[in-house]
Each structure stands twice: as structure tokens, then as C-alpha cells.
């Protein structure tokens, strides 16, 4: 079969839902707006919303990307207490959960994969998305840790396939801030920020411009050392 050229290879994008006293998850919730963006761009895109189940999340996006071979990965989650949307840039080897997740597994200072590297880098050019999204008035920041839950794992998990078999396709997790707050304020995004965020990042890492060049004109790589845990 012939394969569709890349430039008509859709973007994945996915959310999660609720989780723990999080009824709504701001992501899923901004979900088919950040679509329709999307699409008046002109952006061919499969959303997906996950269950935050570390097992079930990865083994969706990944039978996603061996289906659809998608053109760029662009996961979306909760950060609860962030004030800012976090772009992140590192995903680690490292599932330590606080609390189990939506199936009840806890696991405790483990390896997301035991042979895999300690860390993985996005192929995104993190500072460059941090400025199209501050530059469209909304507040954000790059983040060398995506944390150590349910996140993290699939975007490790995310990075670790695609280094395998599809080493070029970018992949960025995007975490937002919270959308509702109960005394401490007006919160720092709306869900309409959330989708204009989602399809922003989005359309741009579809693009050539998403993917970050190393110093002598090649693309970089995903494996970094680890600054430590």
C-alpha cells in the first residue's frame, strides 16, 4: 500500500479524563475545541481522550501511531498546581505514583522500561513553542520534568516507541494549568485557553518549524543525560 505522504499525515492529540477529585479534566474538556482549530487551519488531526491508566494510555497512542502514522504526538494532561502551561521538555525512565492510578496500579520507584535510557528528549524545539504560546497572551513555561505519574509514563512510553520505529515523528507533552479554582483565586487558563494552547502547539509541531536542529544542521536526538533525580 502506498503510504501518505507526510505532509497529509495527520497530528495525534490526546487528553486525559477524570482523575481522583477531578471530576473534569480540562483537557478533555478542551478537547474538540482545540479539534476544530485544528481543522480551520487546515490540520488533519485524530483526537483521542485517555483513561489515566499508565498501562492503558500507552498501549492506545501506540497502536494509534503503528494505525494512523501520524505526522507529530502532541499529549496533553493535568499539572494541578501549575500557573502556567508547562512544555516539557524531558521525559524520565521513572514511575513513582503518589496515589494508584484509574486501574489501581501504584508502582514505587520503578522503571518505565527497564532497558531503556534514563531519560528521552522531545524532538520539539521546546524554547520555540514556549514563545508562540506567550506571544498569543498565554502563560508559559518549559519544564524539565513532566513528574513521575501517569504523564510522564506515557510520554516516556510515547518517545521510547517512536525512537524505535518512527525516529523522525515529533512528540511534546503539554501540560496545563487548572481551570477552576475553589478559594485561592481566579485560576490561571479557561478551557478555551487550554484548546487555543492545544491547537497552537499543535498546528506548529505539524510544521517544520516544531522540530528543534542541532548545531551543525541535523535533527536532534531524543536520548539526553539525566541532570539527576
Known amino acids: 500500500m502506498e503510504m501518505a505522504a507526510p505532509a497529509r499525515r495527520p497530528l495525534l492529540l490526546t487528553a486525559f479524563g ?48 503503528a ?22 521538555a524531558l521525559a524520565r525512565n521513572l514511575a513513582d505514583f503518589a496515589s494508584p492510578d484509574v486501574d489501581g496500579a501504584r508502582p514505587s520507584r520503578s522503571p518505565v522500561d527497564p532497558s531503556g535510557p534514563e531519560t528521552l528528549a ?36 510515547v518517545c521510547l516507541g517512536l525512537a524505535g520505529e518512527h525516529p523522525a515523528v515529533p512528540a511534546l507533552f503539554l501540560h496545563v494549568p487548572p481551570t477552576s479554582r475553589g478559594c485561592g483565586g481566579p485560576p490561571p487558563a479557561t478551557v478555551g485557553d487550554c484548546g487555543r494552547a492545544m491547537a497552537l502547539l499543535g498546528s506548529w ?24 533525580r
Open 18 to 65: 477524570p482523575f481522583f477529585d477531578h471530576a473534569e479534566n480540562p483537557t478533555a474538556l478542551a478537547l474538540p475545541g482545540a479539534a476544530a482549530l485544528l481543522a480551520e487551519r487546515g490540520v488533519a488531526v485524530h483526537a483521542e481522550v485517555l483513561p489515566v491508566s499508565a498501562a492503558r494510555a500507552a498501549a492506545t497512542v501506540l497502536g494509534l501511531i
Open 205 to 228: 509541531l505539524r510544521g517544520p518549524g516544531g522540530v528543534a536542529a542541532t548545531a551543525d544542521g541535523g535533527r536532534a536526538e531524543r536520548t539526553r543525560d539525566a541532570p539527576g
Open 122 to 157: 522531545t524532538l520539539a524545539d521546546v524554547p520555540a513553542g514556549v514563545r508562540l504560546l506567550v506571544e498569543a497572551g498565554l502563560p508559559a513555561v518549559a519544564s524539565y520534568s513532566a513528574g513521575t505519574y501517569v504523564c510522564n509514563h506515557l510520554y516516556y512510553s
Open 67 to 88: 494505525s494512523l502514522r501520524p505526522g507529530a504526538v502532541l499529549m496533553t494532561g493535568l499539572a494541578a498546581g501549575a500557573d502556567a502551561f508547562r512544555i516539557e
